[in-house]
């Protein structure tokens, strides 16, 4: 899979196929999505989307299929902590197609985890998923995050109380240091 780095003049130009697969893999996890206080909730899924993307750009990457380069995943950062001529800490959201889990999936993610560490100067990257997630955590740990906390009954998911874990990496490079 390839990186496609988004930023505003490639984003205004994409192409309506692929922002249509970024949108259905964000309705499949619209719960953890739209509950944003800084997104309208009144506003149509689609605007929504348009914005969360708009959002985090220059932070927004796509996963494109080598061969066809359809959209296959998508990864953005936000709640972005700044210290100094770094990035302290961001926090991470990465959905993948179904079709592609497993190794392509974690290959890309850890290409994309090395690409940020390079060149962005990133010192820790979290990631949060929902007690309960099986999958996400086995994806994070091949990553290389270690488990940092457990948040009891932090949210409401269907109208029941859900823990959160959180999970982080610190930048591997030498000159990550603060």
């Given at each position: 899979m390839q990186i496609f780095t988004l930023n505003q003049k490639?984003?205004?130009n994409l192409d309506f196929t692929s922002f249509l697969a970024v949108f259905n893999l964000m309705i499949k996890?619209?719960?953890k999505l739209f509950d944003d206080e800084?997104?309208?909730?009144?506003k149509p899924y689609m605007?929504?989307?348009y914005e969360i993307i708009q959002i985090h750009i220059?932070?927004?990457?796509?996963f494109l299929d080598d061969k066809n380069r359809k959209v296959q995943g998508f990864c953005y950062l936000y709640d972005i902590i700044p210290a100094k001529n770094r990035i302290h800490t961001a926090s991470?959201?990465?959905?993948?197609?179904?079709?592609?889990?497993?190794?392509p999936a974690l290959n890309t993610a850890k290409k994309l985890?090395?690409?940020v560490f390079c060149t962005m100067n990133i010192y820790k990257i979290k990631a949060e998923c929902y007690f309960d997630n099986h999958y996400m955590p086995n994806f994070l740990t091949k990553l290389g995050f270690q488990r940092e906390a457990i948040l009891i009954n932090e949210t409401i998911v269907d109208n029941q109380p859900k823990s959160i874990e959180i999970w982080?990496?610190?930048n591997p490079f030498p000159d990550a240091q603060l």
């Open positions: 490639n984003f205004q996890n619209r719960h800084y997104l309208n909730a009144r605007e929504r989307i220059p932070y927004f990457w796509l991470a959201s990465i959905c993948f197609d179904k079709a592609v889990f497993g190794k985890l090395n690409q982080s990496i610190f």
